[in-house]
């Protein structure tokens, strides 16, 4: 996923995306990593992949068929960008088999954890496999011919089929059939011997001849397609049903056309051809038609995010040790109302680290329940099952307070779901609103009203994840809870924005998008330069997920070119080329890849002394700043900017789970120059914020030689991120 020139200042969105992925499937790669959870990183990559065809690719080959010429910011045509893609992706693809087939299965095998053939089995485990079949597999399946009489068969997107060579005695021609392997059962058989399977379609495979009695089973073999996914609901008119225009597009996209064919290796030419032949839509103009270059044969084994099954079997020695999220000090009194715990000060959490149950659902448990509480309003983007905040807000409604829910519809691949879940809201009487057409709303943002002996107070949670509590386990994620009266103001007015009619821009505290978010991101990044200009204290923090936007990076090399150091913690997508001459000397990405899937957002400025932090939803990607509804609040309470601070130092000195962005868009992973490495998962699980002295001799002592400068007084917590042993000398001061 390198650049063999810096021809131009900004990296491919895609190419960078796929570096992203190529660092998840690493992780796999990584002989430190645990066994299962080697597997676990491989099906992450593959469900990766997937999407990233069903929406980019996709796109990028509409794009090809509309004839568009013009050029994204790296210089790159649309067809350009899916030549470069289509060749990082085989070797990607190669990469994923050598490391399935010739280090993990060979290391599970020796550890009595085997994927057998069929034929592999012993007899007696034979004949349960049979009784399997018979009484659970074969009333599923439907074998569909392919002739005159019978068109070649719809296939689903991502379904994994059997493509079924047949001849037929009676008449001594030759058929083809496909038979769909059922997604409703287990992808991975278990039989007798513990930890021992057979994959579904192969035992499938080994029953063909019941499936079509009378003819002789030639041949089988797997293939996958993929089709185009996203939806498209800017056209959508302000007086049109926001839900019905989602319903409709759900449906239609089963229908999306095929951007990308897999085949198991080995499969007969004539077989590939006949699939590539139908799959092949030459009728539409809008479509770009299937060529060779779109057929995958890299692998024995289709559909790996299957393996995550497997990842999960409970053998605790091959996998990371259990953890259990802690319950912030300042909560910790279970005798105390929540409320009255954040009106004396802000409550800051950092997931899954800090627990989601003690903190946000005690949040909206106690606002259920309380009878002071006049009102609750959520915005809701993705959530996980029957939820404690779901029940909590049915509760409320049921009690008779006013309880309004934005439900974002059009969360992508989330959009049954959350139309579920609203009608759900909504038969417990909750007002349910959809979101703004044209607009995703991906706030993170909660409001409760609560009449007090002073008057009536707001309580808010803002945060940088979604309120589920399955995705707050996984990924690490910030929390505020605040009754800050401005704050709390501008909350009311994003809901008001939300559910009704306003065109409002400026807000007390909070960064709004698609209003003024991106502006006032510029307008700081600005400020530092301006810092840095006129001698005093400048620095740039910037912890995201993706990094993207063209204004947001031009400003970004303004201010290095003006003197100001920036380190940015970037998880995937980074189209910014760091220490370029001229242009980026004093830009440094880190990107942390680990246990945990980062997803926090925090912005850092010095301000010339005068420190400002800023957490919420937002990454600095066009369709955030542009395009969704988003909210960025700043951290008023300075008692909390230790813990960021602190923080930030974890990350920046991460030389376990770190890699560095290269000028040319390659990453190179950190290595510890001692016997002991940093991983910052490691840190937090032992301390949130990487606050405990016993730990923090890793960020100063040890790693003056290696990935940590302190700062000179009178600012102590500057941070230089120093990758592959290499000192960079921190030029300003900051966290």
């Not at 229908?255 to 990308?260: K, M």
């Not at 307008?523 to 301006?530: F, H, T, V």
């Not at 100001?564 to 890849?593: A, H, N, Q, T, Y």
């Not at 914020?689 to 600012?715: I, K, M, N």
Request: some cysteine.
């Amino acid at each position: 996923m390198t650049e063999s020139a810096v021809s131009s200042p900004f990296i491919s969105r895609e190419l960078s995306w796929l570096a992203f992925n190529s660092r998840v499937l690493h992780e796999a790669e990584d002989d430190r990593t645990p066994l299962l959870e080697r597997l676990k990183f491989l099906s992450i990559f593959s469900t990766n992949l997937d999407e990233f065809y069903m929406v980019r690719v996709a796109a990028l080959r509409r794009q090809v068929a509309a004839g568009v010429q013009v050029p994204s910011p790296d210089g790159r045509t649309p067809l350009a960008t899916l030549e470069a893609i289509n060749g990082a992706i085989r070797e990607l693809l190669e990469r994923r088999r050598r490391c399935l087939h010739e280090v993990l299965v060979p290391q599970l095998d020796q550890l009595g954890i085997r994927m057998l053939s069929i034929e592999d089995v012993l007899p007696e485990e034979r004949a349960a496999l049979d009784d399997y079949f018979e009484t659970q597999v074969f009333p599923v399946l439907t074998p569909l011919a392919v002739d005159p009489g019978h068109p070649f068969p719809y296939i689903s997107n991502l379904s994994l089929s059997l493509a079924v060579q047949l001849h037929d005695e009676t008449r001594n021609g030759e058929h083809f059939a496909r038979v769909k392997v059922p997604r409703s059962l287990p992808r991975w058989v278990p039989i007798r011997r513990a930890n021992h399977f057979v994959p579904l379609e192969d035992l499938i495979g080994a029953h063909l001849a019941k499936l079509f009695p009378g003819m002789r089973v030639l041949g089988w073999h797997i293939f996958r397609i993929t089709r185009h996914s996203d939806l498209d609901v800017t056209a959508t008119d302000e007086g049109e049903d926001l839900l019905a225009s989602i319903e409709e597009q759900i449906f239609q996209r089963r229908f999306g056309e095929v951007v990308r064919l897999e085949v198991e290796t080995g499969m007969p030419p004539q077989v590939k051809a006949l699939l590539l032949d139908e799959m092949r839509d030459t009728t539409d103009p809008a479509v770009l038609p299937l060529t060779e270059r779109d057929v995958f044969d890299m692998d024995p084994m289709l559909e790996l995010g299957d393996l995550m099954a497997l990842a999960a079997l409970e053998i605790p020695e091959l996998r990371d040790p259990p953890f259990g999220p802690v319950t912030p000090p300042e909560v910790r009194e279970s005798d105390r109302s929540i409320f009255d715990i954040i009106r004396e000060r802000d409550v800051l959490v950092h997931h899954p680290f800090e627990s989601f149950g003690s903190t946000v659902e005690k949040f909206f448990d106690t606002a259920a329940e309380d009878d002071n509480v006049l009102a609750i309003k959520l915005t809701l983007y993705r959530t996980s099952g029957d939820t404690a905040i779901v029940r909590a807000l049915t509760e409320a409604a049921q009690r008779g307070k006013q309880v309004a829910v934005l439900v974002e519809l059009q969360a992508r691949f989330d959009e049954i779901n959350n139309i579920n879940w609203a009608r759900t809201l909504e038969s417990y009487g909750v007002h349910v609103a959809y979101g703004l057409p044209g607009l995703k709303t991906h706030a993170k943002t909660a409001l409760v009203v609560r009449r007090e002996a002073d008057g009536i107070r707001r309580y808010v949670h803002i945060g940088t994840g979604n309120y589920n509590s399955r995705t707050a386990r996984l990924y690490t994620d910030f929390g505020l809870l605040t009754c800050h009266p401005e704050i709390g103001a501008d909350v009311s007015e994003v809901f008001n924005l939300l559910t009704g009619f306003s065109r409002q821009r400026d807000y007390r505290r909070l960064f709004v998008a698609p209003a003024s978010l991106k502006d006032r991101f510029i307008d700081l990044i600005r400020r530092e330069a301006d810092h840095a200009r006129a001698g005093r204290p400048a620095r740039i923090i910037a912890k995201m997920n993706a990094l993207q936007a063209p204004e947001i990076i031009d400003a970004l090399y303004e201010a290095s070119r003006a003197g100001v150091d920036v380190d940015l913690i970037v998880r995937g997508i980074c189209c910014l080329r760091p220490g370029v001459p001229g242009l980026s000397e004093r830009i440094r990405v880190v990107s942390i890849v680990g246990r945990f899937l980062e997803h926090s957002r925090l912005y850092y400025f010095l301000n010339g002394g005068d420190e400002a932090y800023f957490i919420g939803s937002a990454d600095w990607m066009p369709r955030n700043l542009e395009r969704r509804v988003e909210v960025v609040v700043p951290i008023l309470d300075r008692a909390l900017h230790h813990r960021l601070g602190t923080l930030m130092r974890v990350y920046l000195a991460d030389n376990r789970q770190g890699w560095d962005l290269q000028p040319d868009g390659s990453y190179l992973q950190r290595t510890p120059l001692t016997v002991d490495d940093v991983g910052s998962h490691k840190l937090l699980l032992r301390d949130p914020w990487g606050l405990d002295r016993s730990e923090s001799r890793y960020l100063t002592q040890e790693f003056r030689a290696t990935t940590y400068v302190p700062a000179p007084e009178p600012h102590q917590h500057a941070v230089a991120a120093l990758g592959n042993g290499r000192r960079r000398k921190a030029k300003k001061s900051g966290p």
